[in-house]
C-alpha cells in the first residue's frame, strides 16, 4: 500500500513538473525567437490633426481615451470632421460608439507584431 502511494505521488509529482516546463518554459522560448516586424500601413504623422490621424486608422483596432478618461477598444469604422465611429467595442461586440473627435486625449494602436 505505501508502495502504490509513493508511486502515486511521484507520478503527480512528475506531471506537474512536465506542465509547468510545457506552459511556462517552452513559450518563452518560442516567443523569444520571433521577429518583431512592422504592421503595414499604420502609422502616426505629429504634424497632422487628430482627425486625420485618425483617418490612417479606418479598419485598424485602436484604443481611444477621451479627456474625461473613458477608454473605448474597438475598430474605426468613420472618422468625419467632428466625430468619430467605433464599431465592435470590445466587450460589447454588438455595439458602436460615436465619439466627438475633440474630446479624444490619446490614441493606442498596434503598430508592431511577431512575424508567423
Known amino acids: 500500500m505505501k508502495n502504490e502511494s509513493y508511486i502515486l505521488s511521484s507520478l503527480c509529482m512528475v506531471t506537474a513538473i512536465l506542465i509547468v516546463t510545457v506552459f511556462f518554459v517552452f513559450p518563452k522560448e518560442v516567443v523569444a525567437k520571433q521577429e518583431v516586424i512592422a504592421i503595414e500601413g499604420i502609422s502616426y504623422n505629429v504634424n497632422t490633426s487628430m482627425t486625420d490621424n ?11 481615451t ?49 512575424q508567423r
Open 54 to 64: 485618425l483617418k490612417s486608422l479606418v479598419g485598424k483596432k485602436v484604443s481611444l
Open 66 to 114: 477621451t479627456v474625461a478618461g473613458k477608454t473605448f477598444p474597438g475598430v474605426v469604422k468613420e472618422v468625419g470632421n467632428h466625430m468619430i465611429h467605433l464599431e465592435k467595442l470590445e466587450g460589447k461586440e454588438f455595439y458602436d460608439a460615436l465619439i466627438l473627435i475633440e474630446n479624444i486625449s490619446t490614441v493606442e494602436a498596434m503598430f508592431r507584431n511577431y
